[in-house]
Structures are given as C-alpha cells and as structure tokens.
C-alpha cells in the first residue's frame, strides 16, 4: 500500500470534476418509473377502476391508495436522502409513515373478526394475483432506487435494502389497487399491502450486498 | 489544531468543479481529521490502512456531499461506516484486537459522541466484558472465561454478539 501522501497525490491527480447527487433528482426519477408503472397497469387491465374514472371513488379503496401513497412520499424522500450521508442528520420521520401502513392490515383483521362476510373475502380467488402482480409493480421501482443508490453513499446498506423494498412495494400497492375492482378493506390490507411485504423481504435478503461501497 | 469547517466545505465545493488544489488541502486535512478519529477506535496498526481507505471513499463518493452543509459531518459518516467495516472484519476474525489507544486529545464533538468506551456501555454486561477482556486487553479466550467465569464457547458467542450489537449501534448513531 502507497504512503498517505502518494495516495493524496494520485487523487488528486485523479481528480475530475463531478455532478452531485442530488436527493431530488432522484425522487424525479421514482416518480417517473412509479408513474410508468401504474400506466402500464392499468394498460394491461384495460382501464382503471370503473368508479376512479367516473369520479366518483368508493371510499375503502380511495382511503387505501392515499395511505400508500403517503408512506411512499415519506419513504422515498427518506431512501434517497440516504445517498447523502451525515453524522447528526434526522431522517427517522419514514418510520412513522411506515407504521402508518399498518392501519390497513389491522383494519383488515378486525373488520374480518367482527363481519363474518367480510371474512369470507378476505381469500377471494383474486388475492394471490393481487399479490403476485404488486409485488411485480415493485420491481422496477426497487431496480431504479438501487441503481440510483448505489451513486451516492448510503451507510445503512441494511437499512437502505429494507426501505427501498418498501417504496417499490407501496409503488406496486397503489398500482394494483388502481385497477382490482374488490372493495374491501379485507382483501386491500391483506394482499395489496402484502405486496409491500414481499417486496420489503425480498429487497432486505438481496440489496445489501449490491448497496455496500 | 481545529480544522475549520467552513473553509473546509468550499474547499470541497472547489473540489467537485474539479479545483485540485482544494482537492489536496481537503484531503490532507481530512487525513488529520481521520488519524485522531480512528486513533480512539482502532488498534495503531489498522489506523493508516483505515485512513487510507476512508480517503478512497472520500474521492470515490464525493459526489454525495453536498456543499450547502458542513463538511466534517459528511466525513464523520464515511469514517463511521469505515469503521463500522473494520468491526464486521473483526468479528469475522480473530487476529485483531481492540486496544483501546484513547488520546487526551481535545477531539470534536462528532468524534466524542462515538467514543467507543460509549458505545461498549450500551452493550449488556457480559458481552462489553468478553470484548473487553479479549479484544482490549488481549487475554486469551481461555483466560477471558476463567476471569469472568464463563465457559468458553460463551466468550466466543459474547464477542461475537457484542461485536455485532457493537456495529449495529455505530451505524444507527
């Protein structure tokens, strides 16, 4: 290994000049795939919800996608904070978001231990595929946050790995829930918001390795 | 001698328009910064291979610094995160220790707040006690078990948690 003073010289030598990361620019890029994502689901469904375009929402679904869309507000500002490290710096507001998506899974359980027919379609025939596709509407999202984190120095691999699970999860939540036609809260915060479990896990098992520098 | 901040952060804003000369007195500052920082964290023989690689990170990700705030702290990251490596090498193997080499140094308050005599007392009894006897002092793991009355495979198991409690808590700091 070269002395410090060799190693100063050939960075500085190396030196070239070079753009910053910036944290919104990364949101820009997010919101574009997110955007991209929901379009090419309600694509291939042939449409949104037939009461989201008539304007007149029921209010379940509704309800569900603003809550996902706000833990994804607050996530993603706070994953693509992480590419700027500091000593000191606050960003612990995304767990609060986080524990906020809880509300539909908690609502889906006591609705579903109060309400014997909601009950019944808390395991509708459609629930895996909602599943399966959120989960799938996560992955460009997740591919595009990693790629865009990789650029900038996360110290947290871990914790970036599970919060960049979380954003493409909810990106693909609030794409699925854009076109199922099932109402309830039992079916949205078990298999939508599953998605954003799956896709969590998934990100916390395979991102770290790629997020250390 | 305090390393001034402020001339510091547009230093580095010269840097990232590819300024050299500011390049060079940032890093050579750092390199100060870093040696008092790692001098409290790590055994003397890691400390300039901990240097050198942090200066890596430094050119290798500064374009994450962003030159509206203040240096040090952004430094401050990188070291920890360094260091937070250097303690996953540690628990992985068993040929380095901690000797604990703190300075009286008057050190900044960032490096204070992550003096690793803090960080050993969040840590239960037991395991702050294995990583001491073993890494800091440099018994054995046989002499370790026989002084705090553990069996050995325990002290293993101790260092071993410690350590990784230990890693956990300097990154969430």
């Known amino acids: ?213 | 001698m305090k390393i001034d901040d402020d001339i510091l952060r547009r230093s580095m804003a010269g840097a990232l328009e590819g300024d050299r000369p500011s390049y060079a007195f940032v890093l050579d500052q750092s390199r100060t910064w870093l040696l008092a920082y790692y001098r409290r964290r790590v055994p003397p023989p890691m400390i300039e291979d901990l240097v050198q690689e942090t200066l890596m990170s430094v050119h290798s990700k500064r374009q994450s610094y962003d030159p509206s705030r203040p240096y040090l702290p952004w430094l401050a990251a990188i070291a920890r995160y360094r260091w937070v490596d250097a303690l996953r090498r540690m628990r992985d193997t068993d040929e380095l220790h901690l000797e604990d080499v703190a300075s009286e140094e008057d050190d900044s308050p960032v490096v204070a707040r992550l003096s690793i005599g803090r960080l050993l007392s969040h840590l239960p009894a037991r395991q702050a006690n294995a990583i001491v006897l073993t890494r800091i002092e440099g018994h054995s793991v046989a002499e370790a078990a026989r002084i705090c009355g553990q069996s050995e495979n325990l002290v293993k198991v101790n260092v071993h948690r410690g350590l990784r409690k230990l890693a956990a808590l300097v990154e969430s700091e």
């Open chain 1, 1 to 213: 290994m070269p002395s410090t003073n060799d190693l100063i010289d050939q960075l500085t030598a190396d030196l070239q000049p070079r753009r910053k990361t910036s944290p919104w620019a990364g949101r820009a890029v997010l919101g574009c795939v997110a955007a991209l994502t929901m379009v090419v689901f309600v694509a291939a469904a042939h449409g949104m919800r037939a009461d989201f375009i008539a304007g007149e929402p029921h209010s379940v679904p509704l309800i569900s996608e603003l809550v996902l869309l706000s833990a994804l507000c607050a996530v993603a500002a706070a994953v693509t904070a992480m590419a700027r490290p500091a000593v000191g710096a606050l960003r612990g507001g995304w767990q609060w978001a986080v524990a906020a998506l809880a509300v539909l899974p908690i609502a889906a359980l006591m609705t579903a231990i109060g309400n014997a027919s909601e009950r019944a379609i808390m395991f509708p025939p459609e629930g895996p595929f909602c599943l399966f596709a959120g989960t799938l509407g996560s992955l460009a999202s997740i591919v595009v946050l990693t790629i865009w984190l990789r650029r900038g120095a996360p110290t947290s691999p871990t914790r970036a790995a599970w919060m960049v699970g979380i954003t493409g999860g909810a990106v693909g939540a609030i794409a699925i829930g854009l076109i199922c036609p099932i109402d309830a809260v039992t079916h949205i915060g078990t298999w939508h918001v599953g998605a954003i479990l799956f896709a969590a896990l998934g990100s916390r098992l395979i991102l770290p390795r790629f997020l250390r520098w």
